[in-house]
């Protein structure tokens, strides 16, 4: 069955680099058709961050595992904790789909409907799938830039770590599971505090984060073929932040705060006899948010409450040999409820099918969607994929998708909004070449890609405008003005030297830029790369027993502008990490680390610093 295959693959993304020399263990996604498929049967460009590789980047900062991956550069507004926006090939952030244990949680309460990466840290995830491209035949709105899927732990036993370092931060995580013949149930918790620091470049007071997260995953067995699963998600956080204060109304220290509270779930069925995958499943997901400003009274200045449900019908049928057919369905209703606007609500309706054939070297897929949205009606969107090995281990791989993203209600509903905003929308083409994948002891790729992107919705100004689009709205709106394109390339590659050596290396040239007037698009450094050597003794005598483990990692991205009209630029950065491990014994491993070395000052967003130099330390265990 295929649940075996997928968890056997799981497991084999936890073995050490060396067991994985003399066999080839399958490495799944659910990015690419959404339901489990082998990586190497897919055209599309998805990589897949194992729980192995978290741990050895160590730390509650998830842009620090997600910059190890071609592609993605971000943008924060401060420390750990602070707004984080995860860009894919030049996307907006807010055009990257994210789902948690499979539940779409991107914020309808945000202005244009994203993530925050801030409130997602990794000492909770087992793995992080990412598609970069467009996907909507699938995975409907929302997926222009791409997929980022998070599978939260579902570990055997006992694990947990314990760190504290610099700026008075602790972070510690725990995770554990009973198992039976009849299912199994797991449970996963993570708290994280620090004092953090002046997210504001020039202030003083540092601005602090903590938060606490709590998920759970089950299933019960009810035959050999078929079980009900649930999932769900808990994360409360607290975060310092600065603002705007007046008579300057430039970015300062204030004493300001806002709390956010997250949680989502699942509940479905599953049903897998070989030639017929079909999943069923009912989600939900909330975001609350609550901003404080004390100098101004107890009372919250502002709250928002973003909500969905979300039913779903989606699987896998082997037609005859080696073609098959993907398909789904869906209903997704959406909400947003501030203390200035009543609540809103809309929903959307989709359905997709995909033909598939999976011979020998070659696998292909071709697929059509349609979507009915309450607000602006239908919208279709196809998608293609082929992966051929052209010689041992060696594919090319080709892909064409278009992608979609529904207008937010914020941009349509709200005292700035405009009913008549249309969806945003893209197509993506990537061609490329792959060695073997990334969890490999040695691989390599390189893949040229292009995304256009049409109708894309900006906050037009009303300030003098009389009449037109500007009719009760005299503070601005929202209208469908925007054309962009981000076409570049990307190399990755690694390898192991002197069986106890791994060097690995990732690098993106992205060219995004408006197509109207031809300036850079904000926030898209076009040259960002990182590189990681690890040396790991103890490797060359036993495949499983690894000794002392030294690291680093070298992030290295150009400059950028921070502003449409590209007057303000955002200066190039270079910043190196140092790591170590040891293990103890069989169960426990200390651990320790130094960010940023050399204490670079750079910022990712104009005006809002970033960490300097850090030492944390910590250690691990397995029971």
């Known amino acids: 069955m295929r649940k075996y295959l997928f968890l056997s693959s799981c497991a084999a993304l936890a073995a050490p680099?060396?067991?994985?020399?003399?066999?080839?263990?399958?490495?799944?996604?659910?990015?690419?058709?959404?339901?489990?498929?082998?990586?190497?049967?897919?055209?599309?460009?998805?990589?897949?961050?194992?729980?192995?590789?978290?741990?050895?980047?160590?730390?509650?900062?998830?842009?620090?595992?997600?910059?190890?991956v071609p592609g993605v550069t971000f943008s924060r507004n401060g420390g750990t904790g602070a707004f984080t926006g995860i860009r894919l090939?030049?996307?907006?952030?807010?055009?990257?789909?994210?789902?948690?244990?499979?539940?779409?949680?991107?914020?309808?309460?945000?202005?244009?409907?994203?993530?925050?990466?801030?409130?997602?840290?990794?000492?909770?995830?087992?793995?992080?799938?990412?598609?970069?491209?467009?996907?909507?035949?699938?995975?409907?709105?929302?997926?222009?830039?791409?997929?980022?899927?998070?599978?939260?732990?579902?570990?055997?036993?006992?694990?947990?770590?314990?760190?504290?370092?610099?700026?008075?931060?602790?972070?510690?995580?725990?995770?554990?599971?009973?198992?039976?013949?009849?299912?199994?149930?797991?449970?996963?918790?993570?708290?994280?505090?620090?004092?953090?620091?002046?997210?504001?470049?020039?202030?003083?007071?540092?601005?602090?984060?903590?938060?606490?997260?709590?998920?759970?995953?089950?299933?019960?067995?009810?035959?050999?073929?078929?079980?009900?699963?649930?999932?769900?998600?808990?994360?409360?956080?607290?975060?310092?932040?600065?603002?705007?204060?007046?008579?300057?109304?430039?970015?300062?220290?204030?004493?300001?705060?806002?709390?956010?509270?997250?949680?989502?779930?699942?509940?479905?069925?599953?049903?897998?006899?070989?030639?017929?995958?079909?999943?069923?499943?009912?989600?939900?997901?909330?975001?609350?948010?609550?901003?404080?400003?004390?100098?101004?009274?107890?009372?919250?200045?502002?709250?928002?409450?973003?909500?969905?449900?979300?039913?779903?019908?989606?699987?896998?049928?082997?037609?005859?040999?080696?073609?098959?057919?993907?398909?789904?369905?869906?209903?997704?209703?959406?909400?947003?409820?501030?203390?200035?606007?009543?609540?809103?609500?809309?929903?959307?309706?989709?359905?997709?099918?995909?033909?598939?054939?999976?011979?020998?070297?070659?696998?292909?897929?071709?697929?059509?969607?349609?979507?009915?949205?309450?607000?602006?009606g239908g919208a279709t969107s196809f998608g293609a994929d082929i992966s051929y090995e052209i010689a041992p281990e060696l594919r090319l791989k080709a892909s064409i998708g278009e992608g979609f993203k529904a207008p937010s209600?914020?941009?349509?509903?709200?005292?700035?909004?405009?009913?008549?905003?249309?969806?945003?929308?893209?197509?993506?083409?990537?061609?490329?070449?792959?060695?073997?994948?990334?969890g490999a002891p040695s691989h390599a790729g390189v893949t040229l890609f292009r995304r256009d992107s049409d109708d894309l919705i900006q906050f037009v100004s009303c300030f003098g405008v009389v009449g037109g689009i500007c009719i009760g709205r005299p503070f601005g709106t929202y209208d469908n003005i925007a054309a962009a394109r981000a076409q570049g390339i990307e190399i990755e590659a690694g390898t192991k030297l002197f069986d106890t050596v791994r060097v690995n290396g990732v690098y993106s040239f992205v060219d995004a830029e408006d197509r109207a007037s031809g300036n850079l698009l904000a926030r898209r450094p076009r040259h960002a790369a990182t590189l990681s050597v690890d040396w790991i003794t103890g490797l060359e005598l036993r495949a499983d027993t690894k000794g002392l483990a030294i690291g680093a990692d070298l992030r290295l991205v150009g400059s950028a502008f921070d502003d449409v009209f590209n007057n303000v630029r955002i200066a190039p950065y270079e910043v190196l990490d140092l790591r170590a491990s040891l293990p103890v014994g069989n169960k426990i491993e200390l651990f320790a680390r130094v960010e940023n070395v050399f204490d670079a000052d750079y910022q990712t967003a104009a005006g809002y610093a970033q960490a300097g130099r850090g030492a944390f330390g910590g250690v691990r265990f397995d029971f």
């Open 89 to 376: 090939r030049g996307a907006e952030a807010e055009q990257v789909l994210v789902l948690i244990d499979g539940v779409r949680v991107n914020d309808p309460a945000s202005p244009a409907g994203g993530f925050d990466f801030g409130n997602l840290l990794p000492g909770t995830i087992d793995q992080i799938d990412l598609l970069r491209g467009s996907n909507s035949t699938v995975w409907g709105s929302d997926a222009i830039g791409g997929v980022l899927a998070v599978k939260t732990r579902s570990t055997s036993g006992v694990e947990g770590s314990a760190e504290y370092g610099a700026r008075d931060s602790f972070n510690t995580n725990v995770s554990g599971s009973i198992e039976s013949e009849t299912g199994f149930l797991s449970v996963a918790g993570g708290y994280h505090s620090t004092d953090g620091f002046s997210s504001a470049a020039g202030g003083t007071e540092a601005d602090g984060f903590e938060q606490f997260a709590l998920t759970a995953r089950g299933r019960v067995f009810l035959s050999a073929t078929t079980e009900i699963f649930a999932s769900g998600r808990f994360a409360d956080g607290t975060l310092d932040i600065d603002g705007f204060p007046a008579p300057t109304y430039s970015l300062a220290d204030t004493p300001e705060y806002q709390g956010t509270t997250q949680y989502s779930g699942a509940l479905g069925l599953l049903h897998d006899n070989g030639p017929l995958y079909v999943q069923a499943a009912y989600s939900f997901a909330d975001t609350e948010r609550s901003n404080f400003d004390p100098s101004a009274g107890p009372a919250p200045g502002f709250t928002s409450d973003g909500h969905s449900d979300r039913i779903e019908v989606k699987g896998e049928y082997r037609v005859i040999g080696p073609l098959l057919v993907n398909f789904g369905a869906d209903a997704e209703w959406t909400s947003l409820e501030t203390n200035f606007n009543a609540r809103q609500d809309t929903r959307i309706l989709g359905g997709y099918v995909q033909a598939g054939i999976e011979f020998g070297a070659l696998s292909a897929h071709l697929g059509v969607r349609q979507d009915d949205h309450a607000r602006f």
């Open 17 to 68: 680099l060396s067991a994985q020399d003399s066999a080839k263990v399958p490495v799944i996604t659910v990015t690419a058709t959404g339901t489990p498929v082998e990586l190497e049967d897919t055209g599309q460009p998805v990589s897949i961050i194992s729980r192995e590789e978290i741990e050895l980047v160590q730390g509650a900062d998830i842009t620090r595992v997600l910059q190890r």
């Open 409 to 438: 209600l914020f941009q349509l509903l709200s005292d700035f909004g405009n009913s008549l905003l249309r969806p945003e929308e893209s197509t993506s083409f990537d061609l490329g070449l792959a060695w073997r994948d990334r």
